[in-house]
């Protein structure tokens, strides 16, 4: 695990030094969003409304709206807030455990000393657990001030983030309020169903199918051939990444250079690489027939088609001129003086 986040607890006057894990992370598989037809990848870009422009992220700020009037607060702005930038778990309470509604838990996080000495982390962990009671905490992450709960889970200091009071809604529910007759037998049979199915509850007798099942079927198409080469998902401007940000500049620099060398050594130039006419002709076929191939589509593409009408022709004028007969000889000047006369009426009009 790595630290997110390092500061300390305000324990009284005992300042307990500590470092910031999440607890949780989610175990879903990472899937991205392309083109159906040929698998390229979808990008998003953060585009201004007023200038049509594509923005960098660090030329972003935040703003709010109230009222059709909208007030932009610079990140200097944001930063000057001191909440903002505390690095303290101050406690400010000790309550029972049973207090807190499992409603308002959020995201988890452990504690580790980060100190030489862990006794201040002990003495905490101690006085908790001698009390049998929960520290109520507030500290600051993320650019928010939020309320915790400081609790031992497996000998280890546990930070549970929770929602402020006004976050949680009121459940009022007209159905609920109308008076309903239950009998003593249907409560027995109730009672006697929940008997039935009663256990101690072990989290690790519970899987998430879905997710099996997804990754068995990724699985089974790869095992069949049936993938892409990720490299060709991606398109030659393609310089920004899933959410958004730029992509690491090694990356880029790479992905450029294999693509100069994949086009012939043809020179580079404002991003674009100016190959050979043959090279580049060579390229888009094969890039065509590996799509065909792809797909299961059998269509020829306009360039092909042209290529091969240029070299069924020139097979033909190549055929030696004894084995014409006068009546082809005949036809084939008509024919061609058929476009001409053409052109000319054309260009009398």
Same mark, same amino acid.
């Given at each position: 695990?790595?630290?997110?986040?390092?500061?300390?607890?305000?324990?009284? /006057?005992?300042?307990?030094?500590?470092?910031?894990?999440?607890?949780? $992370?989610?175990?879903?598989?990472?899937?991205? =969003?392309?083109?159906? !037809?040929?698998?390229?990848?979808?990008?998003? =870009?953060?585009?201004?409304?007023?200038?049509?422009?594509?923005?960098?992220?660090?030329?972003?700020?935040?703003?709010?709206?109230?009222?059709?009037?909208?007030?932009? /607060?610079?990140?200097? +702005?944001?930063?000057?807030?001191?909440? +903002?930038?505390?690095? %303290?778990?101050?406690?400010?309470?000790?309550?029972?455990?049973?207090?807190?509604?499992?409603?308002?838990?959020?995201?988890? &996080? &452990?504690?580790?000393?980060?100190?030489?000495?862990?006794?201040?982390?002990?003495?905490?962990?101690? !006085?908790?657990?001698?009390?049998?009671?929960?520290?109520?905490?507030?500290?600051?992450?993320?650019?928010?001030?939020?309320?915790?709960?400081?609790?031992?889970?497996?000998?280890?200091?546990?930070?549970?983030?929770?929602?402020?009071?006004?976050?949680?809604?009121?459940?009022?529910?007209?159905?609920? %309020?109308?008076?309903?007759?239950?009998?003593?037998?249907?409560? $027995?049979?109730?009672?006697?169903?929940?008997?039935?199915? !009663?256990?101690?509850?072990?989290?690790?007798?519970?899987?998430?199918? &879905?997710?099996? =099942? /997804?990754? =068995?079927?990724?699985?089974?198409? #790869? +095992?069949?051939?049936?993938?892409?080469?990720?490299? $060709?998902?991606?398109?030659? +401007?393609?310089?920004?990444?899933?959410?958004?940000?730029?992509?690491? #500049?090694?990356?880029?620099?790479?992905?450029?250079?294999?693509?100069?060398?994949?086009?012939?050594?043809?020179? $580079?130039?404002?991003?674009?690489?100016?190959?050979?006419?043959?090279?580049?002709?060579?390229?888009?076929?094969?890039?065509?027939?590996?799509?065909?191939?792809? *797909?299961?589509?059998?269509?020829?593409?306009?360039?092909?088609?042209?290529?091969?009408?240029?070299?069924?022709? *020139?097979?033909?004028?190549?055929?030696?001129?004894?084995?014409?007969?006068?009546?082809?000889?005949?036809?084939?000047?008509?024919?061609?003086?058929?476009?001409?006369?053409?052109?000319?009426?054309?260009?009398?009009?």
């Amino acid at each position: 695990m790595r630290a997110i986040w390092k500061g300390a607890i305000a324990f009284g /006057l005992v300042n307990v030094p500590v470092k910031v894990y999440s607890a949780t $992370e989610d175990h879903d598989i990472s899937l991205h =969003q392309v083109h159906n !037809a040929d698998g390229g990848r979808i990008r998003y =870009q953060r585009r201004c409304e007023v200038c049509s422009k594509v923005v960098d992220y660090a030329d972003i700020d935040k703003a709010f709206e109230d009222d059709g009037r909208t007030v932009v /607060l610079s990140r200097e +702005e944001l930063k000057a807030i001191p909440a +903002e930038n505390s690095h %303290e778990i101050e406690v400010v309470q000790f309550v029972p455990s049973e207090q807190l509604d499992p409603i308002m838990f959020e995201k988890s &996080y &452990y504690l580790e000393p980060d100190s030489k000495s862990p006794k201040a982390y002990m003495l905490l962990r101690r !006085a908790l657990e001698d009390t049998d009671r929960v520290a109520i905490v507030q500290f600051a992450l993320r650019d928010k001030t939020r309320l915790g709960a400081l609790r031992i889970r497996d000998d280890v200091l546990m930070l549970q983030a929770l929602l402020w009071a006004d976050e949680v809604r009121e459940a009022g529910f007209p159905a609920l %309020e109308t008076t309903i007759r239950i009998s003593a037998q249907e409560r $027995e049979m109730s009672a006697a169903l929940v008997e039935s199915m !009663a256990s101690d509850f072990e989290p690790e007798q519970f899987t998430d199918d &879905y997710q099996s =099942q /997804l990754r =068995q079927l990724i699985e089974a198409k #790869l +095992e069949k051939g049936d993938s892409l080469d990720t490299e $060709e998902t991606f398109g030659v +401007e393609a310089g920004e990444s899933g959410n958004g940000e730029v992509i690491d #500049l090694m990356e880029a620099l790479k992905r450029s250079l294999d693509r100069k060398r994949g086009a012939g050594g043809g020179e $580079e130039v404002g991003g674009a690489s100016k190959a050979p006419a043959k090279t580049a002709a060579r390229s888009g076929t094969k890039t065509a027939a590996k799509a065909a191939s792809r *797909t299961g589509t059998a269509a020829k593409t306009g360039a092909a088609t042209k290529a091969a009408a240029k070299t069924a022709a *020139t097979k033909t004028a190549a055929k030696p001129a004894a084995t014409k007969t006068a009546a082809n000889k005949t036809t084939a000047t008509k024919t061609a003086a058929k476009p001409a006369a053409t052109k000319t009426a054309r260009k009398g009009a």
